[in-house]
């Protein structure tokens, strides 16, 4: 799966730290968008203008993403789609080209943002190194926050999709599902978890929880 | 041409060029093992011998209490790892504080977790300074040894050692425990700080080539005579066998004329340091709306500027500085790539929020006037592009 590969080298100036170069390049395409983000909220844009807001996150995480979108509401697609981060460069680079996503080609309909996995984002950037696939999967669970607070406007409840799953963390968003993707993905230690999904790092009451989850997936998956 | 404006120094420095050519012949026609007993050896060792009574001389200590090492990490490892393990039997509780290195904090998680060791953990005033009575306090019958770092890698805060070391001489004496030693990290201070060991009164001392000019990879940790380690690994008989293997000789040349120059000129340099420092500060602080200084505002390293730019992310204001020829960190180096805040700047009692927002930019020996005018004048605006599209308003209580 791209989101698994090594990132691709870019061709100038590659951001690397100091004690581990590998883990942390950018591409091309994540630098453009962390330079040039598109269609974040301006300060002189009014909220009122938007039908559908969408909140994750917290700064205490290192990361806190809010989006507005503006659906038409006869053929359901997304017009716009503005968004505001207080994130890393990969955080900055994933909503940014999330935003161009919903939006290109006349918008996707609500039904294709929810289609759309944070690995498809991973993949239109050329891969982001594996400690930021977080960052990916923020802006997704953003949009789905977005798209559920547009049909509980127009009081379509039916159409609202709670994740079938359980919020962990009430701060970050983290689910037993995440939990569940993160023990997957080969994290089965809680510090591999917090760094995969970052559950727990502003709310540190809801570990015992935590690692009571990882021990049962990792029982039920590798046990 | 982009102006390249380095403002990592505390990360490293670069090699100076008197040290690398001191370094030269020992990576060509001076190429044999100080142990050898032939005159190929012989001369090599000589000069090994040199510096190491150089260094000594300068540290006011005797060249046997010199061990050279692979960097501040290995000092730091083996002054802890080292003198704990083989003193145990005096007691099995030590002393440290929660902004040290990682290098001397994890050798000391290590012993707690693992070695069945007890740490007690200081933790620091809101300006990053633990004070001598706080070391006192917690000072018992069963510590054997207490590490704290002589200025801190992150925010400058320039800890009393000698005060410390005083006190701890004292309470030795007292009570009547020869045993209890005192080590601090001092891989930050070399270039403006006082390394006298006699006045400092500490036992152990660790210093790294690759923060004063000199050779990356090459550390050195200052050990009074008596001290008994128990040593990292084994082999020969070199570094009186607390250190066995070839040494690097290259090294051990750079190290000693990087730290002869560095002592040489800490007065001076400190002086014009700090004039730069502070106006850097004031000039962020005009700038720039909302920021908070972090650390001590003049028990500081003169080259440690630490500010935390409220709203945005540090990572982020690195690459965007990066763009522009400046090239400073948050936090360490060696936290950059995780994605936890420092643990310092959590550990001065401020929010994640904060301390994600923690820029470092330490100065050194080619900063000018001119380098941080240029970055005066390229730091606004990317902090303005960057808070436009934050969602975050940090609370004013953590920045007035």
Redesign the interface.
């Given at each position: 799966m791209s989101h698994k590969q090594e990132p691709i080298k870019g061709t100038q100036?590659d951001?690397t730290?100091?004690?581990?170069a590998k883990?942390?390049f950018y591409t091309d395409v994540v630098k453009d968008h962390?330079?040039n983000?598109r269609n974040?909220?301006?300060?002189d844009a009014h909220e009122e203008d938007f039908n559908a807001i969408g909140k994750v996150g917290s700064?205490?995480?290192?990361d806190?993403?809010?989006v507005w979108m503006k659906v038409d509401p006869e053929t359901e697609r997304i017009t716009e789609f503005r968004?505001?981060?207080?994130?890393?460069?990969s955080?900055?680079a994933s909503t940014s080209m999330a935003s161009e996503m919903v939006t290109e080609n006349g918008g996707m309909t609500l039904d294709e943002a929810r289609a759309l996995k944070p690995q498809d984002i991973m993949e239109r950037l050329g891969g982001l190194p594996q400690?930021k696939f977080h960052c990916s999967v923020l802006c997704d669970k953003a949009l789905r926050d977005a798209i559920n607070d547009y049909y509980r406007r127009i009081e379509q409840f039916d159409k609202i999709i709670v994740e079938a799953s359980r919020i962990i963390d009430p701060v970050s968003k983290v689910t037993d599902k995440d939990i569940e993707e993160a023990v997957l993905e080969g994290a089965h230690t809680l510090e591999l978890v917090q760094?995969k999904t970052?559950v727990g790092?502003?709310n540190p009451g809801c570990l015992p929880a935590v690692e009571e989850i990882i021990r049962f997936y990792k029982e039920k998956y590798f046990g | 041409m982009k102006r390249e404006v380095y403002l990592d120094h505390a990360a490293t420095t670069p090699l100076h060029p008197a040290v690398r050519e001191v370094m030269l012949p020992y990576l060509g026609e001076k190429f044999g093992n100080p142990s050898s007993f032939h005159s190929i050896g012989k001369i090599v060792k000589d000069d090994v011998d040199t510096a190491r009574a150089r260094i000594a001389e300068i540290l006011h200590a005797r060249p046997d209490e010199i061990l050279f090492t692979s960097g501040g990490t290995e000092s730091d490892n083996l002054a802890i790892l080292g003198y704990a393990r083989k003193n145990q039997q005096e007691g099995k509780h030590l002393i440290t504080t929660t902004i040290e290195h990682h290098a001397v904090l994890e050798a000391m998680i290590h012993l707690e977790k693992k070695e069945g060791f007890e740490v007690t953990y200081l933790e620091p005033d809101r300006e990053g300074l633990i004070s001598v009575d706080q070391v006192e306090k917690v000072l018992r019958e069963d510590t054997i040894l207490v590490s704290i770092m002589y200025a801190n890698n992150e925010i400058g805060t320039i800890m009393p050692i000698a005060d410390m070391g005083n006190m701890i001489q004292k309470w030795r004496d007292e009570h009547k425990r020869p045993f209890l030693k005192f080590h601090t990290d001092a891989c930050q201070t070399p270039e403006y700080l006082d390394l006298d060991v006699e006045k400092l009164h500490v036992d152990m001392l660790t210093l790294n080539g690759s923060k004063m000019y000199g050779p990356k990879g090459m550390g050195l940790l200052y050990l009074k005579r008596g001290i008994k380690l128990q040593p990292l690994q084994f082999g020969g008989s070199q570094e009186r066998a607390l250190r066995p293997g070839t040494e690097h000789v290259a090294g051990i040349m750079g190290m000693a004329k990087s730290l002869e120059l560095a002592q040489a000129n800490r007065e001076e340099e400190s002086v014009r340091l700090a004039k730069l420092r502070d106006a850097f500060i004031e000039g962020i602080q005009s700038r720039i709306s909302k920021t908070r200084l972090n650390g001590h505002p003049t028990k500081r390293l003169p080259n440690n500027v630490n500010i935390s730019i409220m709203d945005i992310e540090g990572e982020a204001m690195i690459l965007y500085l990066d763009a522009e020829g400046v090239y400073a960190s948050t936090g360490s180096a060696c936290t950059s790539a995780s994605l936890d805040p420092s643990h310092v700047i959590l550990a001065l009692g401020l929010p994640y929020e904060v301390a994600h927002g923690s820029i470092r930019f330490s100065l050194g020996a080619s900063t000018t006037e001119e380098d941080l005018a240029y970055v005066l004048e390229v730091l606004p605006p990317l902090v303005e592009k960057l808070r436009s599209i934050s969602p975050v308003r940090v609370d004013e209580k953590y920045f007035v």
């Open positions: 100036g951001v730290t100091a004690d581990n883990s942390w962390f330079f983000p974040f909220m301006h300060a700064p205490a995480c290192g806190e993403l809010r968004w505001k981060t207080f994130g890393c460069g955080a900055i400690r760094q970052k790092i502003g | -």
